[in-house]
């Protein structure tokens, strides 16, 4: 189902009615059949504001539109955006509901333009013809095991990257924003390794929280003493606030709490120097996502 947060109201206009949301919930497979419902919010009046609308689709009527042949290129008077410009739009209501925010356009490892609406992907051939449209999960999914051929493949290449941040930036590349999907399943406390894991693979996500749970229990900080095991407990706990992006940053190190230990190069002289400190992050990192790292090389 392809909802969207829009309301349908009814303006009267000298005995008429004027439409400025048209709502779908009938499913209709015949393309004359949706024309007549849709054009109704084709009805300019610019004397009220009403110079375009919006359509509320429950059961994607809108696919019936992906014929260029029967409609025609889109066609858009340059220069105009709505709420500007020489047209004018009527200001907004208590209760209306916020815009839709622009496409995000990308070309995928094809070469075929990508656009990206909320949560549904568009995929078109290098002609303009859409080739399919899927779910913005479907299509991660897909650019996941199109990267990394298998959950092995992935976790090697994890374990492998000095810096976790490059993997996400690749994805975001393709148009696939973690963050945001993080945020819409609901899954804020997991970090991308899960994530990825999770949506790529199906493996249930452990929590930052977890994962930092079991480094604790199996004594990985019991090898160092004093000072350096504080700083890496204090690196722990910020991986559980933060996530792994910004415990890898040495800049956190002029940060709460660790600016009590001193500047970075007198934290790493802790560790011996600059080497033996991110020497220690890395292995941090290994016990973070040991069990994976443990199946992928078997």
């Known amino acids: 189902m392809h909802t969207y947060s829009i309301c349908f109201q009814l303006f009267p206009f000298k005995h008429r009615l004027i ?16 024309l007549p ?49 020489g047209m004018k739009t009527a200001a907004p209501r208590r209760g209306d509901p916020p815009a839709i ?69 690749t994805l975001l590349e393709r148009g696939i924003d973690l963050n945001g999907m993080r945020v819409e399943r609901n899954m ?5 390794f899960d994530l990825i894991l999770h949506v790529g693979f199906y493996k249930k996500p452990l929590t930052r929280r977890e994962r930092a749970d079991r480094v604790q229990k199996r004594g990985f900080l019991d090898k160092y003493s004093g000072t350096s095991r504080e700083i890496l407990q ?10 792994v992006y910004e415990m890898e940053k040495i800049e956190i190190l002029r940060l709460d709490p660790f600016i009590r230990w001193g ?22 990192e290994r016990a973070l996502y040991t069990d994976e790292a443990g199946e992928a090389d078997e």
């Open 263 to 284: 500047k970075p190069a007198r934290i790493a002289a802790y560790f011996g120097g600059k080497a033996g400190y991110l020497e220690a992050l890395r292995e941090l």
């Open 188 to 192: 804020t406390d997991v970090d991308d």
């Open 101 to 169: 925010p622009p496409e995000k356009l990308v070309v995928d490892s094809d070469g075929c333009k990508v656009e990206i609406v909320e949560k549904m992907v568009s995929i078109y051939d290098l002609s303009g013809k859409l080739l399919r449209r899927e779910s913005i999960v479907d299509y991660t999914r897909e650019n996941i095991l199109s990267k990394y051929d298998s959950l092995d493949g992935f976790v090697r290449q994890w374990m492998a990257e000095e810096k976790k941040d490059t993997i996400r930036s």
């Open 234 to 243: 204090a690196l722990l706990d910020q991986y559980v606030d933060n996530g």
């Open 19 to 34: 439409a400025d949301k048209t709502v779908s919930f009938k499913i209709l497979q015949l393309r004359f059949a949706c």
């Open 37 to 85: 419902t849709i054009g109704r919010g084709t009805r300019v009046r610019e004397k009220n504001g009403k110079t375009h609308f919006v359509v509320m689709d429950f059961r994607n009527v809108t696919r019936l539109f992906d014929d260029p042949e029967w409609n025609g290129p889109v066609e858009q008077t340059e220069g105009y955006e709505p709420g500007g410009g």
